[in-house]
């Protein structure tokens, strides 16, 4: 019970920039999964796993008709003349958690070589996060849209990979870095952490843009509640 109850309160987060918040739910059905399968290990059966916190409430993610403006408003940037690599980028991988429902690290691991433009098809490997084996790759149908976006992007991303050709990642970085004294090019694999980054920032502009218009409420920058505003999993 101490274990959950400190959890629920962030009191095991170790980097400063964590907030003293209290924990997702995906990190609390984590914790709560784990103890499970060490109790069962252990043949500790007298041992049951409590109930987590108010933490573990399901999110609703977003409200479908607001989602529906926000991928019209994300497709109009991403298709006007002179559009920016990284409204392009964010634009297709709106698109795609939205229509399709991928996850993050589900869109972080695929390639060049999974996008199918003619046949409208994007193979990738299901991650979700209770999983406790490995997935066996699937082939998912690609809307109008996300088919148009993902041409765009792959041409803005060939010029984003000069430095970096053998990079296959599907979604890479599209300015330089610095890793300590190391100078990192642009065109590396775009990881996790920033398919967040990108989403958020792309967000803000969004609810900038529409702020005041009629009936708008600003959208989360949390890109898993745009993937909860889709089609419910089979």
């Known amino acids: 019970?101490?274990?959950?109850?400190?959890?629920?309160?962030?009191?095991?987060?170790r980097r400063a920039a964590c907030?003293?918040?209290?924990?997702?739910?995906?990190?609390?059905?984590?914790?709560t999964s784990d103890l499970t399968a060490s109790i069962e290990a252990t043949g500790c059966q007298s041992h049951a796993v409590p109930a987590t916190?108010?933490?573990?409430d399901p999110r609703t993610g977003a409200d479908p008709d607001q989602a529906?403006?926000?991928?019209?408003?994300?497709?109009?940037e991403a298709t006007s003349p002179g559009a920016l690599s990284d409204s392009v980028r964010a634009a297709a991988i709106a698109h795609l958690v939205a229509e399709n429902g991928l996850r993050t690290g589900e869109l972080a691991a695929t390639t060049?070589?999974?996008v199918d433009l003619p046949a409208r098809r994007l193979v990738y490997t299901p991650a979700?996060?209770?999983a406790r084996s490995a997935r066996e790759p699937e082939a998912l149908s690609l809307s109008h849209r996300a088919t148009e976006l993902l041409r765009v992007w792959l041409h803005h991303r060939a010029a984003a990979v000069t430095l970096t050709p053998h990079i296959t990642a599907l979604w890479v970085t599209l300015a330089g870095n610095h890793l300590g004294e190391r100078v990192l090019p642009a065109g590396l694999p775009?990881?996790?952490?920033?398919?967040?980054r990108a989403h958020a920032g792309s967000v803000e502009r969004l609810n900038a843009a529409l702020a005041g218009t009629t009936g708008w409420q600003p959208l989360s920058t949390?890109?898993?509640?745009?993937?909860r505003s889709g089609p419910e999993e089979v």
Request: hydrophobic residues 45%; proline residues 5%; positive net charge.
């Open 53 to 56: 916190g108010p933490s573990t």
């Open 68 to 76: 529906a403006r926000a991928l019209d408003w994300w497709w109009s």
């Open 128 to 130: 979700p996060q209770a």
């Open 19 to 31: 907030r003293a918040s209290a924990s997702s739910q995906a990190s609390a059905r984590v914790r």
């Open 222 to 227: 949390i890109l898993a509640d745009l993937r």
């Open 190 to 196: 775009l990881q996790p952490r920033g398919i967040l």
């Open 112 to 114: 060049v070589a999974d």
């Open 1 to 13: 019970d101490r274990y959950l109850a400190a959890a629920e309160q962030g009191q095991f987060r």
